[in-house]
Structures are given as structure tokens and as C-alpha cells.
């Protein structure tokens, strides 16, 4: 497995790095982490500095270079497998990411949300989602202001939160989830969040017992591989519940299948992922599923 960590010299962006060498260092295989920082060139600011242009990112793709490989020496990559990559390139930083991490043959982008300098548009607010929609890989995106993933309280597991909607496609993320979650040493809670309640007892009691024999079945299997995990559901609007189950469960993770059809659109498409990528404080994981 590859893990592709952007970097842009900040110790914002750099808060991704100890997360992505938690998770290698749990998988099963050996893993290697893809270090990449991008010399951002614009055609106006080339134009300044002609006719040292070449010359000046030249240098600039050496200094960053360098960078990545003092990054690469920091004790909390020490023994897994590091490669480095640095480009010079005029388009946006998100298309960027997207196009390295493909191009390197990675399995999994890792970011910060926030940065400084070359990334810090791609890894603020709106554009992070861009890294997601432009990828097709699963792109994982930790809160400076969380603690990293080996910091998880010693009383309490480090918690992954998976919500369903009862579609294939949403379904799809499971699979991710449990990865990253045997990685880390967690369980997995499934969360399915239905309609807001109407009142009406004798259909929310419907809806409950419809949401746990969807959801149950899924614990049992993931029991089965050895994996611990919980059912569970609310009532209301996805977004917010969402939020309020990642922060009173004392979630460490969200786990977000982003692309689909039907009803998965009303989940996890367009202003909910955005909601949740303004608001959550807690860590995303993005996973856009494959459609036929």
C-alpha cells in the first residue's frame, strides 16, 4: 500500500505525516509513505522574473527536494519505506495532489486541513473537498487541533464512525473503514441516520427495527473478521447527526462515502460533505464509491 502525504513546508501540513505513519505501520503489509510538495508557478510571476526563470525553479524544486528529505529522516517515519516527489506546476494545488497521488500508483491521500504557502489553498476549507472530488482514491483529512491517531485515549479505543444509508454504493466505504480501523487498533460504529421523527411512535418504531436489521447483519460480519464494532441511529438531518454522534461518541474518525445515486445524494453529496468539511472538527475520511 502507498500513502500519498502533500506537504508545503508548514507544521500545519506536516501534523498529517505521524497520522499516515500510524496507519502504515498497522497494515498488515508493508506499506511506503509518498512524500510530495509542489513548486507552484504562475504565468505572472514567471513573467517577473525572466530571464532567471528557469533558474529560479531549478532552485526552488532543489530546496524542496531537500526539504522533503529531512522530512523524511524524522523519527516518526523511522523504518518504513519513504519516496519523494517535487513538481513545478501552474494549475491548482488540488488538481495537483489529485494528479500525484494517481500518477504514483497510491492507495490512500492523507492531508492536513490546513497549510501554509504552495498547498494552503488546497488544504482550506472548500478546496480540501476538491482534492476528494477530483480523486478517486480515498483521501483522509486530519484537524491540526485533533491528537494524532496514536495519541487515542488509553480508556477508550480509537473510534472510527461509519454512516450508511442502506445503498451498495454507501456500502462501499466499509471496506476502508475496517482497513484503517484493524490499522489503528479500533472499532467500527455504523451509524444510519433516518427521518426526522414525526411523531408518529408506531413508525419511528418501524424505522428502528428496519435500520437494525440493516445494520446488524454488518456488525456480525465484521465480528467475524475479527473487527470490534457497534450499531447505532438517530433521528434528523444527516448532517448535524452525523456531527453529534462523532462528537458525543468521542469519535477520532468519520468515515464519508461522497458519490452515488438515489438516496445517497441526500447523504453525503454536495452541501452536507461541504457542511461536514466546514464544521466537523473531527478527522474525514472521503471515499467516493465506484459506480457501473
Given at each position: 500500500m502507498k500513502i500519498f502525504v502533500p506537504l508545503d513546508g508548514s507544521e500545519l501540513a506536516e501534523f498529517a505525516i505521524g497520522n499516515a505513519a500510524d496507519i502504515a505501520r498497522g497494515l498488515p503489509e508493508p506499506a511506503t509513505i509518498v512524500l510530495g510538495r509542489m513548486v507552484q508557478l504562475t504565468p505572472m510571476a514567471l513573467a517577473a522574473v525572466e530571464p532567471y526563470a528557469t533558474q529560479i525553479v531549478s532552485e526552488a524544486v532543489l530546496a524542496a527536494d531537500d526539504y522533503l528529505r529531512t522530512?523524511?529522516?524524522?523519527?516518526?517515519?523511522?523504518?518504513?519505506?519513504?519516496?519523494?516527489?517535487?513538481?513545478?506546476?501552474?494549475?491548482?494545488?488540488?488538481?495537483?495532489?489529485?494528479?500525484?497521488?494517481?500518477?504514483?500508483?497510491?492507495?490512500?491521500?492523507?492531508?492536513?486541513?490546513?497549510?501554509?504557502?504552495?498547498?494552503?489553498?488546497?488544504?482550506?476549507?472548500?478546496?480540501?473537498?476538491?482534492?476528494?472530488?477530483?480523486?478517486?482514491?480515498?483521501?483522509?483529512?486530519?484537524?491540526?487541533?485533533?491528537?494524532?491517531?496514536?495519541?487515542?485515549?488509553?480508556?477508550?479505543?480509537?473510534?472510527?464512525?461509519?454512516?450508511?444509508?442502506?445503498?451498495?454504493?454507501?456500502?462501499?466505504?466499509?471496506?476502508?473503514?475496517?482497513?484503517v480501523t484493524r490499522a489503528l487498533h479500533g472499532r467500527l460504529r455504523l451509524l444510519q441516520v433516518l427521518p426526522t421523527s414525526s411523531g408518529n411512535v408506531a413508525q419511528d418504531r418501524a424505522h428502528m427495527t428496519a435500520a437494525e436489521a440493516y445494520l446488524e447483519p454488518i456488525c456480525q460480519r465484521l465480528a467475524h473478521d475479527g473487527l470490534m464494532g457497534e450499531c447505532s441511529f438517530a433521528f434528523g438531518d444527516p448532517a448535524l447527526q452525523i456531527t453529534e454522534q462523532a462528537l458525543e461518541g468521542k469519535c477520532d474518525l468519520v468515515v464519508l462515502a461522497t458519490h452515488g445515486r438515489g438516496s445517497i445524494e441526500r447523504y453525503f453529496v454536495g452541501s452536507v460533505a461541504t457542511w461536514l468539511l466546514d464544521h466537523i472538527p473531527t478527522p474525514l475520511l472521503i471515499v467516493r464509491p465506484y459506480t457501473t
Open positions: 522530512v523524511s529522516y524524522r523519527p516518526s517515519l523511522e523504518g518504513l519505506r519513504c519516496e519523494r516527489h517535487v513538481d513545478s506546476f501552474t494549475g491548482s494545488a488540488a488538481e495537483w495532489i489529485a494528479m500525484q497521488a494517481h500518477s504514483h500508483h497510491c492507495d490512500l491521500i492523507v492531508i492536513s486541513s490546513h497549510g501554509r504557502g504552495g498547498l494552503a489553498k488546497a488544504l482550506l476549507g472548500s478546496t480540501a473537498a476538491d482534492v476528494a472530488r477530483q480523486s478517486a482514491l480515498p483521501t483522509l483529512i486530519f484537524r491540526p487541533t485533533a491528537p494524532p491517531a496514536h495519541d487515542a485515549r488509553p480508556s477508550q479505543p480509537f473510534t472510527v464512525l461509519l454512516p450508511l444509508d442502506g445503498t451498495p454504493l454507501a456500502e462501499q466505504a466499509i471496506p476502508v473503514a475496517a482497513l
